[in-house]
């Protein structure tokens, strides 16, 4: 996805949650997605700091956010502050922020940790940040043809 709006290199997602916030990172290539260790949810400054140091330490390039939508596409309050805190991104740190359609992830997230044979407790701590890697996969996916990249 090396377009002429963002540099090639890994990208870093998270999947913002009331408590706990999601993570997962790609390689350089954008062909395999990890996710991380999730994050939890404080105060902005906790967040900006943390994400910050994983932007950092593996040299992010972009910043993938899941957009929580309805089934529908319509926004509501969770969508209002998934871009607010995109936006306070876009301010603090200097690589592009996306923002990415998240409808369904966690779903998906729980059914294939389920599928990987994951106790309920594994696949709570765990569901998260395989949101997040689902969110990173789709916007990787929904970009590969190098010209369409959601700045909103």
């Known amino acids: 996805m090396a377009g002429s709006t963002e540099p090639p290199g890994r990208l870093l997602a998270i999947d913002l949650g009331v408590k706990r916030i999601g993570v997962a990172v790609c390689d350089e290539l954008r062909i395999s997605v990890t996710p991380l260790d ?5 105060s902005w400054k906790d967040l900006l700091r943390r994400v910050s140091a994983l932007v950092e330490t593996y040299d992010a390039k972009g910043l993938v956010i899941g957009l929580p939508l309805s ?14 805190i995109a936006d306070k991104f876009r301010l603090s740190i200097r690589i592009p922020v996306h923002l990415q ?25 765990a569901v998260d940040s395989e949101a997040a890697a689902i969110i990173l996969r ?7 043809d190098h010209s369409k990249v959601n700045h909103r």
């Open 101 to 125: 359609d998240e409808r369904l992830t966690t779903f998906a997230a729980k059914s294939a940790l389920k599928s990987q044979g994951r106790s309920e407790n594994e696949i709570q701590r």
């Open 138 to 144: 789709d916007f990787i996916t929904s970009n590969a």
């Open 38 to 42: 999730m994050i939890e949810r404080r």
């Open 71 to 84: 089934l529908d596409g319509e926004e509501g309050q969770a969508s209002r502050d998934a871009r607010t």
